[in-house]
């Protein structure tokens, strides 16, 4: 075989796989879904990909997105920053061309350079971190629930207006939720008039108890607790209160706003409160969904499935509107229309939030979260 009947050969075979890879590329429209799949806070995560799962069956049944099947490709982060880019980097290279998530903020904060600088747009159902939208960085970054400064505002107004408390320890476990959701509590607080912040500190997440913490606000003689954080430290200061014999009112975030505080704490948490999505339980497409996801998986949903189930929406309806998966032109297409979703009809303004969406205030009522605000 002469060389140059070769190279001729071999370069024929480099475009055959090169518009093989294409092909394979182009068969199906991906969605990818990253998040808390495993671990502590898998509760968060699974139930975003089962909603992205039956909204890209919807779609597919009904015989596509611009002639394609969408496909859902997941990926585990634990909500560990770390593993987060690693997640951003692994879907990027499996070609999605939008992505569903992250659900911690400290680890959609850490992935969210990787997908800028790849034109790829990410909507998250749960990161609530206020910067995320408000700093301007993230010009691909959306999502379908409002943000901390609203949350954290709506947390110490229910505590000074409807509680009627004066003096407030506000706690946070540190990290980019916890910390900036308990901040914004105590700017409301501060600027008020109405109570004051008799502590405001930080704990380390995973320690055995926190009864440290708890004996300082017994110190400054607190009338009520806010906390800034999840459910596993959540737990614990629960926990801890009741065994001390603290009535004290205890208010947190939509990071314990769930049923694994039940599950952990038991009795110890009834009477606690949390901040949560607007309950839209009678929101006929949500209705749907939920009965979708029994059918399916023979469960009721979990955390934030509303939240994903309209992410997933959003993003089909924007990539049907743009008739394109062209990053310029879906995330034109998310800000100028509104779409109806599981958690009511909403757009995106310019900074990427969901207009439509905001926050109540919710109590464990014998044994079950009940909206009381």
């Known amino acids: 075989m002469s060389k140059a009947l070769w190279k001729s050969l071999c370069l024929a075979v480099v475009i055959c796989l090169a518009a093989a890879g294409l092909a394979s590329a182009q068969e199906t429209i991906k969605i990818g879904v990253a998040g808390a799949h495993t671990g502590d806070l898998a509760n968060y995560g699974l139930p975003t990909i089962k909603a992205a799962e039956l909204v890209a069956k919807s779609v597919n049944d009904a015989g596509g997105l611009l ?43 850490a992935a969210l350079p990787i997908y800028k600088s790849a034109n790829i747009p990410v909507m998250s159902p749960s990161a609530t971190a206020t910067t995320l939208t408000q700093s301007g960085d993230y010009p691909n970054f959306f999502r379908t629930i409002s943000y901390d400064a609203i949350q954290g505002k709506v947390s110490a107004e229910f505590a000074m207006d409807k509680l009627g408390l004066k003096k407030l320890a506000v706690i946070h476990d540190k990290g980019e939720y916890g910390k900036g959701y308990a901040e914004f509590a105590k700017a409301t607080i501060e600027k008020s008039g109405k109570a004051k912040v008799v502590l405001f500190e930080g704990i380390t997440p995973g320690e055995p108890d926190y009864e440290t913490i708890l004996l300082k606000v017994k110190q400054v003689g607190a009338d009520g607790i806010i906390f800034g954080g999840y459910h596993p430290e959540a737990s614990k200061l629960v926990m801890g209160m009741v065994k001390r014999k603290m009535k004290l009112p205890f208010i947190s975030d939509d990071g314990v706003n769930g049923e694994d505080i039940l599950k952990i704490a038991g009795a110890d948490a009834e009477g606690i409160y949390a901040s949560g999505p607007e309950d839209y339980s009678n929101n006929p497409i949500y209705k749907a969904a939920v009965e979708a996801h029994k059918k399916a998986y023979g469960s009721e949903p979990g955390m934030f499935f509303g939240q994903a189930y309209a992410a997933a929406q959003a993003y089909t309806n924007a990539i049907a509107k743009a008739g394109s998966t062209d990053y310029a032109a879906v995330t034109k297409a998310l800000r100028d229309n509104l779409v109806e979703t599981s958690v009511g009809k909403i757009k995106f303004d310019d900074k990427g939030d969901a207009i439509g969406v905001g926050f109540s205030i919710y109590q464990v009522q014998k044994g079950k979260w009940t909206m009381v605000k």
């Open 67 to 109: 002639g394609k099947k969408v496909e859902i490709v997941a990926q585990d982060d634990q909500c560990n920053p770390a593993q987060a880019t690693s997640a951003a980097n692994k879907l990027i290279s499996d070609h999605v061309v939008v992505v569903i998530g992250h659900i911690c903020s400290g680890a959609t904060k």
